[in-house]
């Protein structure tokens, strides 16, 4: 059984939106921040949004402040990405992270050496 699952990826033209969900297995695979990393062809990983468990707090990218949002359903062992506006440079395949800790500290909550598991990602292509 996987740890993480990330679902909702696919096509989308510029300018429409997208939401992608990731469900942990367990309690014990969400129990602390989780967040969603990226990753587009020829670069590296990069941070997108972490949320704390009790989802007082949100964290993004600045590439992508005021077009996605980050949620979570505690009683679902799920978090969420509400992509809105997308454009062609949101590319990549969509990783779901998640923490051991609860970190309400910006710079650690976007490392992603701060996070345990991870999913296999799921591939979000925009198109121009």
């Known amino acids: 059984q996987v740890q993480l699952a990330e679902s909702g990826g696919g096509l989308v033209q510029a300018g429409h939106s997208l939401g992608l969900s990731c469900t942990a297995s367990?309690?014990?695979?969400?129990?602390?921040?989780m967040a969603w990393f990226r990753q587009a062809p020829g670069k590296e990983r990069e941070f997108v949004a972490s949320?704390?468990?009790?989802?007082?707090?949100?964290y993004y990218a600045d590439s992508v402040k005021g077009r996605f949002t980050i949620s979570r359903d505690n009683a679902k062992n799920t978090i969420f990405l509400q992509m809105n506006d997308l454009r062609p440079e949101d590319t990549a395949v969509y990783y779901c992270?998640?923490?051991?800790?609860?970190?309400?500290?910006?710079?650690?909550?976007?490392?992603?050496?701060?996070?345990?598991?991870w999913g296999q990602g799921t591939q979000v292509t925009v198109s121009s």
């Open positions: 992270a998640s923490a051991n800790t609860i970190y309400y500290d910006g710079h650690l909550a976007s490392q992603e050496q701060t996070y345990f598991y």
């Open positions: 367990s309690r014990a695979f969400s129990r602390g921040s």
């Open positions: 949320i704390p468990r009790n989802g007082d707090a949100t």
